[in-house]
Each structure stands twice: as structure tokens, then as C-alpha cells.
């Protein structure tokens, strides 16, 4: 099966500041990925599909790109609704789905 | 609007089974995949299965084979997943997701305790 490798595993960041998140695939997997949004009690919400779409009614701050093995989660300029937990999500060779470890992003 | 509901909180003992029911609305049901996924406190996302509504096919993850059954019954819209032989270690919220390529939507997740 595929593994998805995301880094870091949790950050710290200011409102205002730029956020990268990171997910690595252990192969190739085109741009068959999402990344999703968690907040503490509720479901998991898309922001990213097909690796650099914008989900609608997502915030344009939240961008994504890579291609194959190496994806990137951006968010250009931290918002206190954003501080949450992030995974990236595959489907190349679904099924089965497999997830990334998630980035909780807190308050620094 | 696309929703799937699901069914409340569950406690059951050690050794018990569970059923859960996710009931689809705002989509024609057949058209897409019913995937579960679970995820214990403060942990990571598990990807359990998957059941096509149209043909009654389904898959489960190695890990959980011989445990997890999942249905569906069209008429009403419905899917379930039903665990058994229940240990502490399967104590976790349960999610039905929509494959759409990948998840798009997300039931509201459903609690099971396992405690004896």
C-alpha cells in the first residue's frame, strides 16, 4: 500500500505568518490527493482536491501543488479560525484511501 | 446539499458487536462509493472500507477482515457498518465518507465506547 509521510507533525505559528505542510507519498500518485481541515470534535472538511483545486467556498489563503510524490499545503496568511489539525489524503490506487499523520497548527 | 447522518453514540462490553447506520441525502446514492473511516482520541484518520450502494460490493482493510461487514439498503438510503468481537482498542469515532475520487463529504462521526 501507499504511504503518506506529512511533516511536521505539529507547528506553531502567528496570525499573519505564511504555513507550509508537507506530505510525501511513497510513490507515485499523480495528483490524485486532498487535504482536509480538522477542528476538536467535528468531521474532517476538504479545502484541496486533485492536489491544487480549490474546494468551494474555501478561502483563497489555502493553496496546494506538487505532482507524484511531493505535496505542499499552504496557507499564505494565518487566520485565528485556521489553527486546527491538517492531513493530506490519497486515492491513486484507491481503494483503499490511505492518510497522512496530520499537523495540529497552534497558537504561538 | 449533500448530507449523511448518522447514528448516536454507543457504549457497548468487550467481546459485543456495533452497528451504524449513516443515512444519505441531496446525491442519487448509487452513484458514489460509502467509505468508513475511524479515528480514536487524538490519533490519526484509519481507513476501514469501502461498499458500492449500486452493486452491494465491498473491501475492508486487511486489519479489520473477519470483523467488519458493511451494507447497504438502497431503499432508504442507508449504509451501516457493523464491527464485532469489540476490544478497548476499538473505542474511536466512526465516520461514513462519500468517494467522490477522494472523500468529499463526511458524516458527523459517531461515538463508540467499548468498556466493560
Known amino acids: 500500500d501507499i504511504q503518506l509521510t506529512q511533516s511536521p507533525s505539529s507547528l506553531s505559528a502567528s496570525v499573519g505568518d505564511r504555513v507550509t505542510i508537507t506530505c510525501r507519498a511513497s510513490q507515485g500518485i499523480r495528483n490524485d490527493l486532498g487535504w482536509y481541515q480538522q477542528k476538536p470534535g467535528k468531521a474532517p472538511k476538504r479545502l484541496i482536491y486533485?492536489?491544487?483545486i480549490l474546494q468551494s467556498g474555501v478561502p483563497s489563503r489555502f493553496s496546494g501543488s506538487g505532482f507524484g510524490t511531493e505535496f505542499t499545503l499552504t496557507i499564505s496568511s494565518l487566520q485565528p479560525e485556521d489553527f486546527a489539525t491538517y492531513f493530506c489524503?490519497?486515492?491513486?490506487?484507491?481503494?483503499?484511501?490511505?492518510f497522512g499523520g496530520g499537523t495540529k497548527v497552534e497558537i504561538k | 446539499q449533500v448530507q449523511l447522518v448518522q447514528s448516536g453514540t454507543e457504549v457497548k462490553k468487550p467481546g459485543a458487536s456495533v452497528k451504524v447506520s449513516c443515512k444519505a441525502s441531496?446525491?442519487?446514492?448509487?452513484?458514489?462509493?460509502i467509505n468508513w473511516v475511524r479515528q480514536a482520541t487524538g490519533q490519526g484518520l484509519e481507513w476501514m472500507g469501502w461498499m458500492n450502494p449500486n452493486s452491494g460490493h465491498s473491501g475492508y482493510a486487511q486489519r479489520f477482515h473477519g470483523r467488519v461487514t458493511m451494507t447497504v439498503n438502497t431503499s432508504i438510503r442507508t449504509a451501516y457498518m457493523e464491527l464485532s468481537s469489540l476490544r478497548s482498542e476499538d473505542t474511536a469515532v466512526y465516520y461514513c465518507?462519500?468517494?467522490?475520487?477522494?472523500?468529499?463529504?463526511w458524516g458527523q462521526g459517531t461515538l463508540v465506547t467499548v468498556s466493560s
Open positions: 486533485s492536489a491544487s
Open positions: 465518507a462519500r468517494v467522490g475520487g477522494s472523500i468529499d463529504s
Open positions: 441531496g446525491y442519487t446514492f448509487t452513484s458514489y462509493d
Open positions: 489524503l490519497q486515492h491513486n490506487n484507491y481503494p483503499p484511501l490511505t
